[in-house]
């Protein structure tokens, strides 16, 4: 049968559970669940019965079974769920950065004893298949994931994120996978992602489906904060970008150096509420997005269209912020605030992006073309601004 293993680490603590929702565990099940979501983010293109037909074929539906079969283990033999080394963000993270804190509220108020696989331990994913395109298909939607995505709680905040080491196959050739690229001396290697755009099929943007996808999707990633070349911690990267959001997000609209800042108002909720669903008021209750059945409000989730992941080049981690296209919010849905009483108190029809075009606005004012960020390291040039970031993709 054909195959395809993958050698990977994590960079981030991944809050990936078992069935009590707590105990770490490496899940092959919530592996396949998050390579659906990245197929799909993938193929935004297509009409949804080609798309629905073809992610059948290849991860399974209710009437067929999977073609690509996948299987997880950690590498160390003497490691499994009991024993893999965990984490715990109010036990092993010291620094008290406050952009780690802030993505990691849960963590820090809500589920203070929650542990996840610690960063480093290293797993093997398997796939296998007897039709080899799908396995094939199967392969590049991991390659993306693993790039731009994570696993377990907060993912699309920079936990779970991991890296592929290497790759070991079987009935595959390298040459067959589109996302292995030749080096400057011939010989074949996993891309990272500058590799992404010659990977994935983009069309025209096709803003009206109801789920999130990279077609019209902006993708930036850091330069970091030492000579161009990266983060050496993961948490320095965490904080870097989660430090930038806080600032759009949370301190204000119009962000002022000086004492005259414009806080974030109850006015305000439509445009924080396009960063994701819910949200917590301090001390004042929640913010959901609510269905309306029949009169009946139900509420819901709307996850965050913006995915923070940490990616690894060379010997240097870099953080990256995707953001997805598609239908925020059904016609049917309102958002809504709930006083902690469970009153609601205000209400909104529509998200507005006013905070997430100013959050990427931000980050385009900082950017660098990517020949110019190569370039520079290679010929040993330091820009004067060390905290700009390189905005790579533009689809």
């Given amino acids: 049968m054909n195959s395809i293993t993958f050698t990977c680490e994590t960079i981030t603590p991944m809050f990936l559970a078992g069935a009590d929702g707590r105990t770490p565990e490496l899940r092959a099940p919530s592996i396949k669940g998050a ?21 059948d074929k290849i991860f399974g539906g209710t009437d067929r079974r999977s073609s690509v079969i996948l299987t997880a283990r950690y590498v160390d033999e003497n490691i499994n769920n009991h024993t893999v080394p965990k984490f715990n963000y109010i036990r092993d993270y010291k620094e008290n950065k406050i952009g780690v804190r802030y993505f990691n509220v849960l963590f820090y108020f809500h589920d203070k004893d929650r542990e996840g696989i610690a960063p480093g331990v290293r797993f093997e994913i398997k796939l296998r298949s007897q039709d080899k395109s799908h396995l094939i298909k199967a392969a590049t939607t991991f390659w993306l994931f693993s790039i731009l995505g994570g696993l377990g709680s907060r993912s699309r905040r920079g936990n779970g994120s991991f890296r592929i080491i290497r790759s070991k196959r079987n009935g595959l050739n390298s040459s067959e996978l589109p996302f292995y690229k030749k080096n400057r001396e011939g010989k074949y290697q996993i891309g990272d992602i500058r590799t992404i755009k010659e990977v994935v099929a983009f069309s025209k943007h096709n803003d009206f489906v109801n789920f999130s996808h990279l077609q019209g999707a902006n993708i930036f990633y850091s330069k970091g904060i030492s000579r161009g070349k990266g983060f050496d911690k993961w948490h320095d990267a965490v904080h870097d970008i989660a430090f930038k959001m806080m600032q759009v997000r949370d301190s204000n609209t119009k962000y002022d150096q000086g004492r005259n800042i414009e806080k974030f108002t109850m006015d305000d909720i439509d445009k924080k509420a396009a ?16 269905l309306n059945n029949q009169g009946d409000y139900i509420d819901t989730r709307r996850a965050s269209p913006l995915i923070v992941s940490l990616t690894k080049i060379g010997k240097n981690l870099y953080w990256t912020a995707t953001f997805l296209q598609g239908i925020f919010m059904p016609e049917n849905a309102s958002i809504i605030h709930v006083d902690r009483n469970g009153k609601k108190r205000m209400s909104k029809e529509k998200e507005s992006t006013v905070l997430v075009e100013e959050f990427k606005e931000r980050l385009r004012n900082e950017w660098m073309t990517l020949d110019e960020i190569f370039d520079a390291e290679l010929e040993g040039i330091v820009s004067n601004n060390s905290n700009r970031t390189i905005k790579f993709l533009d689809f």
């Fill in 275 to 290: 960063f994701g669903l819910p949200f917590n008021i301090l001390g004042n209750g929640s913010v959901n997005l609510f």
């Fill in 35 to 55: 390579m659906r979501f990245w197929w799909r983010a993938m193929h935004g293109h297509l009409p949804l019965n080609e798309l629905k037909a073809e992610e």
